[in-house]
């Protein structure tokens, strides 16, 4: 089966958050109150009760002045999804349409997934001490509907459909953008990582709107899973009997100097 995503085209956003409302509310996930920073965003980050968000980024270049973007933050749904190689319980999974699954029932909160993932994505949820994110409506998509943030968005931003054909529309669209005042206009999630199950449409660099230029995987993460997780099964028995061995050892030999000073020597 083909892979099947979101296209976001920043082009289109008018941060009317409507994909914001259309998420809390098939997820049944509560509202979050942030205190007012100053600017227009209502969060700074995901978390473990909003699964996306509305990036309100303002800036200044020398060249081009002032710039203020939008852009819409959620689950990248990898194609080689980092949050699923280091998860001891295997709590993550892919779907065979590509999203990244996470499954709360196997899930132990130890939160592995979050300092793994590039972009920072999953978050813990303390009162059920586990961990959430989006799962980009994998139950509305196996009946044959769209997301919600997609099928909620009033002005075309996002769109849902195949990977590859949507790939052929964002070439189109960033051709058209960079003809018409957007020389910068570029696609985001067609390589990076290997590929990613979210495409955008950026009207200028992905570091004018938070996104990291080029994204990588920890080193920490390969020494975790081709070293740690495989033997991490015989790591804990085989420290605690090097503990036992040392604790035993020391007593010998406590015991044989003890001896040696009480009976003392001619």
């Not at 100053?38 to 700074?44: I, K, Q």
């Not at 999974?93 to 196997?106: R, V």
């Not at 990582?193 to 990291?212: A, C, E, I, Q, S």
Request: hydrophobic share 30%.
């Amino acid at each position: 089966m083909n892979n099947m995503t979101n296209l976001y085209d920043t082009s289109k956003c008018t941060a009317c958050r409507g994909c914001m409302i259309a998420c809390k509310d098939w997820n049944q996930l509560p509202a979050v109150i942030e205190p007012f920073k100053g600017n227009y965003s209502t969060h700074e980050d995901t978390d473990g009760d909003t699964f996306t968000y509305i990036r309100f980024i303002e800036g200044e270049d020398p060249v081009d002045g002032f710039y203020w973007n939008f852009l819409k933050y959620q689950c990248m749904h990898c194609l080689e999804p980092a949050c699923m190689e280091v998860c001891p319980r295997g709590a993550y999974s892919k779907t065979e349409w590509g999203a990244t699954y996470h499954d709360p029932e196997k899930c132990i909160g130890c939160q592995y997934c979050t300092y793994a993932c590039p972009f920072h994505i999953p978050k813990y949820r303390k009162r059920e001490d586990k961990i959430s994110k989006c799962n980009l409506c994998y139950e509305r998509v196996e009946e044959g509907l769209t997301p919600a943030c997609a099928r909620t968005c009033p002005p075309g931003a996002l769109k849902f459909g195949n990977r590859d054909e949507l790939l052929v529309e964002a070439e189109q669209r960033v051709k058209y953008l960079r003809a018409n005042g957007f020389p910068r206009a570029t696609i985001y999630g067609r390589t990076e990582l290997g590929g990613l199950n979210k495409l955008y449409v950026l009207t200028d660099t992905p570091d004018r709107f938070g996104l990291p230029v080029n994204p990588t995987v920890s080193g920490t993460i390969s020494f975790w899973q081709n070293w740690v997780q495989p033997y991490f099964g015989w790591l804990i028995p085989l420290a605690l009997a090097g503990s036992a061995a040392s604790f035993v050892t020391t007593r010998l030999l406590a015991n044989k100097n003890g001896g040696h000073g009480k009976g003392g020597h001619e």
